[in-house]
T-cell receptor
Framework: AQKVTQAQTEISVVEKEDVTLDCVYE???????LFWYKQPPSGELVFLIR??????QNEISGRYSWNFQKSTSSFNFTITASQVVDSAVYFC??????????????FGTGTRLKVLA | ETGVTQTPRHLVMGMTNKKSLKCEQH?????MYWYKQSAKKPLELMFV???????ENNSVPSRFSPECPNSSHLFLHLHTLQPEDSALYLC??????????????FGSGTQLSVL
């Protein structure tokens, strides 16, 4: 069954600390996409990154970095030197194929990150 | 500003009321989605429209009725809801909806409370 697990419900860190948000997924597809979205208090989910199943290169974007490991079915997200503005709910998601041709997202339950000043 | 606008931001309704949620996207996308976000649960996909045609109904109760008059507008008509329907309802859009790995663009949602 397709599934995305974010075991960490809530994390609190002090500003400038590094923090890693975990994501573990299950899929039978050989081709799939993984995503991270950020949901600030304003409510809208904002796209952060997309990674396809054939690209296991880690990616760094400023203070954000992502570690994709197919061997452990994980796609973890690290924020370096966290800031108060990073406080939000972060969702990991999996997009895979269906025979109908409509590709659905499967979201995790989200991790609420609180960065304290 | 994601280019997807939802109204109203907050809605309180009784179980016998009829109300509608509205979503509008200014991105030129052809696919639009309704998601339900409840506390401690994954986002639940409710409906998908591609080029105004409904392509997905994820076993949603008939008290939720979607309408997509054109590719830019999406409505969710609500009637005789239950208290457990209280949640954040998110609208999203994407370029096509049939392309694997598309990014979704979300609105800020409507926080619905059913009394």
């Amino acid at each position: 069954a397709q599934k995305v697990t974010q075991a960490q419900t809530e994390i609190s860190v002090v500003e400038k600390e590094d923090v890693t948000l975990d994501c573990v997924y299950e899929t039978r597809d050989t081709t799939y996409y993984l995503f991270w979205y950020k949901q600030p208090p304003s409510g809208e989910l904002v796209f952060l990154i997309r990674r396809n199943s054939f690209d296991e290169q880690n990616e760094i974007s400023g203070r954000y970095s992502w570690n994709f490991q197919k061997s452990t079915s994980s796609f973890n997200f690290t924020i370096t030197a966290s800031q108060v503005v990073d406080s939000a709910v972060y969702f990991c998601a999996l997009s895979e194929g269906y025979t109908s041709g409509t590709y659905k997202y499967i979201f995790g339950t989200g991790t609420r990150l609180k960065v304290l000043a | 500003e994601t280019g997807v606008t939802q109204t109203p931001r907050h809605l309180v309704m009784g179980m016998t009321n009829k109300k509608s949620l509205k979503c509008e996207q200014h991105l030129g996308h052809n696919a639009m989605y309704w998601y339900k976000q409840s506390a401690k649960k994954p986002l639940e996909l409710m409906f998908v429209y591609n080029f105004k045609e409904q392509t997905e109904n994820n076993s949603v109760p008939s008290r939720f009725s979607p309408e997509c008059p054109n590719s830019s507008h999406l409505f969710l008509h609500l009637h005789t809801l239950q208290p457990e329907d209280s949640a954040l309802y998110l609208c999203a859009s994407s370029q096509e909806g049939t392309v694997r790995g598309e990014k979704l663009f979300f609105g800020s949602g409507t926080q619905l409370s059913v009394l």
